[in-house]
T-cell receptor, first 109, second 115 residues
Framework: GIQVEQSPPDLILQEGANSTLRCNFS?????LQWFHQNPWGQLINLFY???GTKQNGRLSATTVATERYSLLYISSSQTTDSGVYFC???????????FGEGTQLTVNP | EADIYQTPRYLVIGTGKKITLECSQT?????MYWYQQDPGMELHLIHY???????EKGDLSSESTVSRIRTEHFPLTLESARPSHTSQYLC??????????????FGEGSWLTVV
């Protein structure tokens, strides 16, 4: 099956800093989503982005499908951004998702 | 905000007990999923359903079973719980292929501890 690799595995920032999280995948995808899992385990969908660029407030994401990677940008980070960020991909638009191992982000005040 | 609910949120049970984790969604989604996640680790798909009376096993082998008798309801059952079943179980649903994509929504999770 498709392989998903996320980097870095852990990231510690000071409040206000910017960061970039990366997701590499091993095969063509028609479905790519970024999620944030808060410290209580709740997974929140951030972006559906199989290609192109999207922005939502301080977060933005870019997927370059031909080169099989996606980036999640967090600007002016806040302590509430802490948690685990997961990238998940699907080989077709309606297929189930395969998750990466996540990036553990800690934002210190 | 997604309307997908899981109960119980937290459960501690003894080895050998039968348990059912409930999952319901009010969005009319055809597709529903169960993922298993150990703390700090990635999610693994254990079951999914693309509609009523349709269930499939996921990528990770699991001793649990599921049923899909109604669109909105996708319960997961363990006939005889073991300590190795201790984990978080996440239910999710999606509408499928639309112009906005196959966005998947998760419940808050059920934390299961088997002692």
């Amino acid at each position: 099956g498709i392989q998903v690799e996320q980097s870095p595995p852990d990231l510690i920032l000071q409040e206000g800093a910017n960061s970039t999280l990366r997701c590499n995948f091993s095969d063509s995808v028609n479905n790519l989503q970024w999620f944030h899992q808060n410290p209580w385990g709740q997974l929140i969908n951030l972006f559906y982005i199989p290609s192109g660029t999207k922005q939502n407030g301080r977060l933005s994401a870019t997927t370059v499908a031909t080169e099989r990677y996606s980036l999640l940008y967090i600007s002016s980070s806040q302590t509430t951004d802490s948690g685990v960020y997961f990238c998940a991909v699907g080989e077709t638009s309606g297929s189930r998702l395969t998750f990466g191992e996540g990036t553990q982000l800690t934002v210190n005040p | 905000e997604a309307d997908i609910y899981q109960t119980p949120r937290y459960l501690v049970i003894g080895t050998g007990k039968k348990i059912t984790l409930e999952c319901s969604q009010t969005m009319g989604h055809d597709k529903m999923y169960w993922y298993q996640q150990d703390p700090g680790m990635e999610l693994h798909l254990i079951h999914y359903s693309y509609g009523v009376n349709s269930t499939e096993k996921g990528d990770l082998s699991s001793e649990s079973t599921v049923s899909r008798i109604r669109t909105e309801h996708f319960p997961l059952t363990l006939e005889s719980a073991r300590p190795s079943h201790t984990s978080q179980y996440l239910c999710a649903s999606s509408i499928g292929q639309t112009t906005s994509g196959n966005t998947i929504y998760f419940g808050e999770g059920s934390w299961l501890t088997v002692v």
